[in-house]
């Protein structure tokens, strides 16, 4: 997605400046073109020779400088940007771009971009809920620029509290999903991921192994394409992807009301998780003491959230639920799809090697009512971006 783009960073006058030499670097690994400008305030903050040997270009600060690169040098560079991503973005920049001030070389460049803009505002709590510094976010958001709200915690200054600007990571995510092609743009989607805890007593419950990396990667893929998506979560470990709307639950129940409840609003749903069959007929309220000799746990079955939603689905929703299998794969998929009233089904085989919990990869086929596509071996985000390809195939098609 990176490879070959050109990316130009407005770094400002914030202790955070010290942040974007991690993300110049992290965007020069995955290829990308990278450009570096600042403000003469940024400069008291970070040495503009740390950007140049990390990027291999020169930072430019100066709006006169006559050793440039670049014709015209804030025109020229201006139409050769992907994404113009402004951080840490001190109010005072934030200011003058919201009011189409350019009297140094950022603002001078931003204001002749024409491609994504995107402001990660870094500064004091109050500095940042100031109604001013609030309105000119506003005016920024209506012109279409992307303002990434700051992260909470320890400031520089002491405060604890809004201000911080996100880790490079997240601000790298912010770029891929500006470059990504929004074909999804004005669906909603609903994926649910991971495992469910059901429980024995307050200490125990059954569980599996699920990890959600595939759910997660789906909801991710899906954002970036520009759905509105709502993840329906059990526990995992896994960083939840930006712009994500988050729902976690435990247990199958909490799952089955949650998907419930915002089921009738959504596009395409995705069933992802790893949703136990059975609980515990009773749960004990008291940790269950050990004794001599075996023991036993009555079960009963948990809803089925997939027949479910087969059986009371809205005009125009297209369904995709998951089969994990250790035989008969093809044969068991297929009765689930048709049993169930769904679309399509993304089957694995757990023995399989790189598929199954917990892994980067996965090995999948895909299974609709007209037909059957193996995918080979592949990192989970990429297949869930095959898995997408394949969902919007379909759904322009029954829903044009």
């Known amino acids: 997605m990176l490879a070959g783009k050109h990316i130009v960073l407005g770094v400002t006058g914030s202790i955070a400046a010290y942040k974007i030499a991690s993300l110049a670097s992290m965007l020069v690994k995955k290829k990308a ?26 930072c430019l600060v100066d709006t006169f400088d006559r050793n440039f690169e670049f014709q015209v040098e804030h025109v020229s560079l201006a139409k050769q940007t992907d994404v113009f991503l402004v951080a840490p973005a001190s109010a005072d920049v934030i200011a003058r771009a919201a009011h189409g001030i350019a009297d140094d070389m950022l603002t001078t460049t931003l204001l002749a971009c024409t491609c994504p803009k995107i402001f990660a505002p870094a500064m004091n709590t109050n500095m940042y809920r100031n109604p001013i510094v609030q309105d ?3 005016t920024l ?11 909470s915690g320890y400031l520089a200054c002491g405060d604890t509290g809004e201000g911080k600007m996100p880790e490079p990571e997240v601000l790298c995510e912010y770029i891929v999903k500006a470059l990504t092609p929004k074909d999804m743009t004005g669906l909603k989607l609903l994926v649910t991921a991971g495992p469910t805890q059901e429980k024995i007593d307050p200490v125990r419950y ?76 009773s749960a004990a309220d008291e940790k269950i003491k050990k004794k001599d000799g075996d ?58 090697e790189g598929a199954g919990f917990g892994t980067d990869t996965n090995v999948v086929t895909l299974l609709t009512k007209d037909g059957t596509e193996k995918l080979p071996l592949m990192g989970k985000d990429e297949v869930a971006d095959k898995v ?13």
């Open 295 to 352: 023991m036993s746990v009555a079960l009963e079955r948990t809803e089925d959230i997939l027949g479910y939603l087969g059986a009371h689905r809205r005009e125009k929703q297209f369904l995709c639920g998951f089969s994990m299998e250790t035989e008969n794969l093809l044969e068991n998929s297929r009765a689930k799809l048709e049993k169930k009233n769904i679309d399509m089904i993304v089957a694995n085989n757990l023995k399989q």
């Open 136 to 138: 000119n976010i506003k």
């Open 206 to 281: 059954i569980s599996n192994h699920s990890s959600g990396k595939m759910g997660y990667a789906i909801a991710r893929a899906a954002m970036m394409r520009g759905a509105d998506v709502t993840l329906v979560s059990g526990k995992v470990s896994t960083e939840p992807p930006i712009g994500v709307r988050v729902v976690p639950v435990v247990s199958a129940a909490d799952m089955a009301q949650a998907v419930k409840e915002a089921a009738d609003e959504q596009d395409i749903i995705v069933k992802a998780a790893a949703v136990a069959d059975y609980r515990p007929a």
């Open 141 to 151: 958001t209506g012109y279409g620029i992307e303002v990434i709200a700051p992260a």
């Open 388 to 400: 997408l390809d394949h969902i919007m195939a379909k759904y322009t098609v029954m829903y044009p």
């Open 33 to 58: 073109d990278v450009t570096v400008i600042m403000t003469a305030n940024a400069t008291n903050f970070i040495n503009p020779v740390t950007f140049e040997t990390l990027t291999g270009h020169k």
